[in-house]
């Protein structure tokens, strides 16, 4: 399912998904005519159960393109909205807005701090001591660096951990998380060089990172996505591919990240399918939102016992 049929821009791209009541759920994403264009805004809908509302714009800068939204809501109810904007990932500023009413209305943007973007791409998470953790990363010209910031006050400041890329290449970006069942903190990242997801670890609640190391997943230097089901499965939404932006696919695992099967493909077609976001909703199931060909961003919902029932 199109989260649109017909749009008001020509691209699209990086979705981001929350549920912000039971059932029902909030999209946003960066569109204009194109990646990095001065009229690129963040558009968003909502979604009943049923069917999407009609785009709208919620994130916008004049004569600035507009980047990577990510959405969250907290354990205490407040609903999150960062954005980036600017020229060039090297060069862009964070924005932030709130809502108190499930994105029915926002507070008005606020600037983050200098050297402060919120989450990049992937959502946070939430641990169960109200901590937030946010994957984070440096994208400048020839320096691909990752951290994760924390929160102990509801997202209202941030601290940073230590930068941890791979030891001798530094290329890693957009972390994303999850909690392994003995508490440590999993990152998983995009990568250039290798061309291949790294993994780093945290033993002390998101504080600090071990060094990234190579797992034996590739990855096209494309977005990637993790969650923890409420059954402990973790899911991976990625491109199984060095190369290409297609296919995109889930892997499950069941040690935490350590390994990983592919169990399904999202779609196989020739065409870019890419920066997925995936949640898993209160009923369950996986929530998942991708770039379809930089013309729409597509919605499916999966039950993830089906895919744990597979061969």
Not at 109 to 133: C, D, F, N, Y
Not at 190 to 209: H, L, Q
Request: aromatic residues 10%; glycine residues 8%.
């Amino acid at each position: 399912m199109f989260i649109y049929e017909k749009a008001p821009f020509p691209s699209c791209h990086a979705s981001t998904l929350v549920e912000h009541e039971p059932g029902k759920l909030l999209a946003a994403w960066f569109g204009g005519k194109d990646e990095g264009a001065k009229d690129v805004q963040i558009w968003s809908s909502t979604f009943d159960g049923k069917a999407w509302t009609k785009p709208e714009v919620i994130g916008t800068e004049p004569n600035q393109p507009c980047w990577n939204p990510v959405l969250f809501k907290t354990a205490k109810g407040t609903l999150w909205f960062w954005y980036k904007a600017g020229p060039s990932p090297e060069r862009w500023t964070g924005f932030v807005r709130t809502s108190t009413d499930n994105g029915k209305t926002w507070s008005k943007v606020e600037m983050m701090p200098a050297g402060m973007w919120g989450p990049v791409r992937a959502k946070p998470i939430q641990l169960a001591s109200g901590t937030i953790l946010a994957g984070t990363s440096v994208e400048s010209y020839r320096n691909w660096t990752p951290f994760v910031d924390r929160s102990t006050d509801d997202g209202k400041t941030w601290t940073r951990s230590n930068a941890f890329p791979h030891p001798e290449k530094f290329h890693q970006i957009q972390p994303a998380l999850f909690e392994a069942k003995d508490g440590k903190i999993v990152a998983l990242m995009r990568s250039s060089n290798p061309r291949m997801i790294c993994r780093a670890e945290s033993k002390d609640g998101g504080v600090t990172f071990s060094a990234a190391e190579e797992t034996k997943l590739p990855n096209p230097s494309a977005g990637i996505d993790v969650v923890k089901t409420k059954d402990g499965d973790v899911f991976l939404i990625y491109n199984p591919t060095a190369l290409l932006r297609t296919p995109i696919s889930l892997a499950r695992s069941t040690d935490d990240g350590k390994t990983w099967k592919k169990v399904h493909d999202l779609e196989t077609e020739p065409g870019e399918y890419s920066y997925p976001a995936m949640i898993a909703s209160a009923a369950g199931t996986l929530e998942i939102t991708y770039t379809w060909k930089r013309t729409h961003i597509k919605y499916r919902s999966i039950d993830p016992k089906a895919l744990r029932a597979k061969p």
